[in-house]
């Protein structure tokens, strides 16, 4: 089968550095997608990986290694704008996209 | 604003009914995607069309249908509406089929069946 893991919530205070991970299991891999999505709001696309390496956006940065079937996304300077959920999909070989359930994540003051 | 449009924003209904979600792609995208999201939960994958076809089929229940249009705006019926669909519906688009391109989504439909 084809699965997308990811932490199911998380906390961070604001101002500090958080780090959601990725793992997956896909038929064929085509390219790994981020996206940001707020309570009750349409998912945003934040970023896309499809070789080894880090790729920098302003605050936030995408992971991704291919052998090990990991990505991450690393959110830095953390504001309370930044409380949303976090999904993780993926580009199988038939370019289908397989969504991870999405990791929740909580800013603190 | 992605540029994708869903109509209408909410949806209240009963059960047993039938209703027409509508969705708009972005200027010039040709495949559009249905997605359900029920409270709290990921988004699951209904349905894929392309410049007309369908092109892929996710976890879409028999009571579910769609179509892409000539113009590319697309619908999603829903019949024999139950409890358990009341949701999130989101359509998005994207350039291309067959290669790696990004999904861009709409607004979404807030369905509640009572």
């Known amino acids: 089968g084809q699965n997308i893991d990811q932490p199911t919530e998380m906390t961070a205070t604001e101002g500090a550095i958080v780090q959601i991970n990725c793992t997956y299991q896909?038929?064929?891999?085509?390219?790994l997608f981020w996206y940001q999505q707020h309570a009750g709001e349409a998912p945003t696309f934040l970023s896309y990986?499809?070789l080894d390496g880090l790729e920098e956006k302003g605050r936030f940065s995408s992971f991704l290694s291919r052998s090990k079937g990991y990505s991450y996304l690393l959110l830095k300077e953390l504001q309370m704008k930044d409380s949303a959920s976090y999904l993780c999909?993926?580009?199988?070989?038939?370019?289908?996209?397989?969504w991870g359930a999405g990791t929740k994540l909580i800013i603190k003051p | 604003d992605s540029g994708v449009t869903q109509t209408p924003k909410h949806l209240i209904t009963a059960t047993g009914q039938r209703v027409t979600l509508r969705c708009s792609p972005r200027s010039g995208d040709l495949s559009v995607y249905w997605y359900q999201q029920s409270l709290d939960q990921g988004l699951q994958f209904l349905i894929q069309y392309y410049n007309g076809e369908e092109r892929a089929k996710g976890n879409i229940l028999e009571r579910f249908s769609a179509q892409q249009f000539p113009d590319l705006h697309s619908e999603l019926n829903l019949s024999s509406l139950e409890l358990g669909d009341s949701a999130l519906y989101f359509c998005?688009?994207?350039?291309?089929?067959?290669?790696?391109?990004?999904?861009?989504f709409g607004p979404g439909t807030r369905l509640t069946v009572l």
């Open positions: 998005a688009s994207s350039a291309e089929q067959g290669r790696t391109d990004t999904q861009y």
């Open positions: 999909a993926v580009e199988n070989s038939n370019y289908q996209l397989i």
């Open positions: 990986n499809v």
């Open positions: 896909t038929s064929g891999f085509n390219g």
